[in-house]
């Protein structure tokens, strides 16, 4: 029997309107939640992804700063921009996007951000904070894998999870997410032997390599989940690092690329924006 679908296109459907709800309620007190991007990429397809991310955020109700790439920029001057970004009163939220052009330090570029404004969990204080499972704000794209997991109902405790990548960004989190939802987690990675070997296990599997169909139906155990965070592009189309059709033939659930984890993770990532702007509407209620 084929898998079933996990569908994200749905659930972020659902999710919008729970949003653009929550931003009329802001608005209406006078707090515009703003969200301030930072492209230190170069990338034109990370530009291309930031216009639809900006267009779903303004139809919800939320401001959307764009800081373009400056290739004439340097680390101090950039460095700069994210300070004065943090003592904006009218911002909510930063992202940086990633990754970085060659003249440019992630690390410490993503440890000026502000752990109030943090919305992607990037920073160095908010991985530790998740680390220690008291998050505040969670990396979009890994809450959007256990999302999609919890909102099919798929059960996580006491389950054998593999997540393959340990990027900051997706695997990490994920792992200590599915680990704070008590499942048994292995995290795969370039240096894993036998890859094979541990997915056939899984019960979970969150791919998150960024290979194109790195994940062959053979790999996978019969029945299990998976869920593709991979964004590869591949003869002008997206695909994941799951090959799709043959792991649907063998899963018992399977998220599609585009249209499963992508949806969601937008999502949440302005769902994290309207929550740091209640909490600092609050902070200046409380002052005042």
């Known amino acids: 029997m084929p898998a079933r679908i996990l569908d994200g296109k749905a659930l972020a459907r659902s999710l919008h309107l729970e949003l653009k709800a929550q931003a009329q309620v802001l608005r209406a ?12 990429s170069g990338d034109p397809a990370a530009l291309q992804y930031l216009e639809r991310k900006r267009d779903r955020a303004q139809a919800l109700g939320i401001d959307v700063r764009v800081f373009a ?6 680390q101090e001057g950039l460095l700069q921009l994210i300070i004065q970004l943090n003592t904006d009163p009218s911002v909510h939220g930063i992202i940086l996007e990633q990754p970085v052009a060659p003249q440019f330090k ?3 570029l ?3 951000i502000s752990p109030n404004k943090d919305v992607d969990g990037t920073s ?3 991985q530790g904070l998740l680390a220690l499972g008291t998050p505040r704000f969670v990396s979009a794209t890994a809450l959007a894998a256990i999302t999609l997991l919890e909102h099919h109902r798929i059960p996580v405790a006491g389950r054998e999870a593999v997540v393959i990548g340990r990027s900051t960004v997706v695997g990490r989190p994920a792992a200590f997410l599915l680990l704070q939802r008590d499942a048994t987690v292995t995290i795969c990675h370039s240096k894993t032997r036998d890859l094979a070997e541990h997915t056939r296990h899984a019960d979970i599997l969150i791919a998150a390599a960024g290979r194109a169909g790195l994940v062959r139906g053979a790999m996978i155990k019969p029945g299990s989940t998976v869920v593709d965070v991979g964004t590869n592009f591949v003869s002008g189309r997206t695909v994941g690092d799951v090959a799709f059709a043959e792991a ?8 599609p690329v585009p249209g499963g984890v992508g949806p969601v993770t937008t999502a949440l990532l302005l769902q994290n924006v309207l929550r740091a702007a209640a909490d600092d509407a609050r902070t200046t209620s409380v002052r005042q």
């Open 29 to 40: 007190g006078g707090v515009v939640p703003t969200l301030a991007v930072v492209d230190a």
């Open 69 to 74: 790439f400056n290739p004439a920029m340097q």
């Open 106 to 108: 992630a690390h410490s």
């Open 110 to 112: 993503l440890a000026a």
């Open 124 to 126: 160095p204080a908010s």
């Open 248 to 255: 649907a033939e063998v899963a018992g659930a399977i998220s």
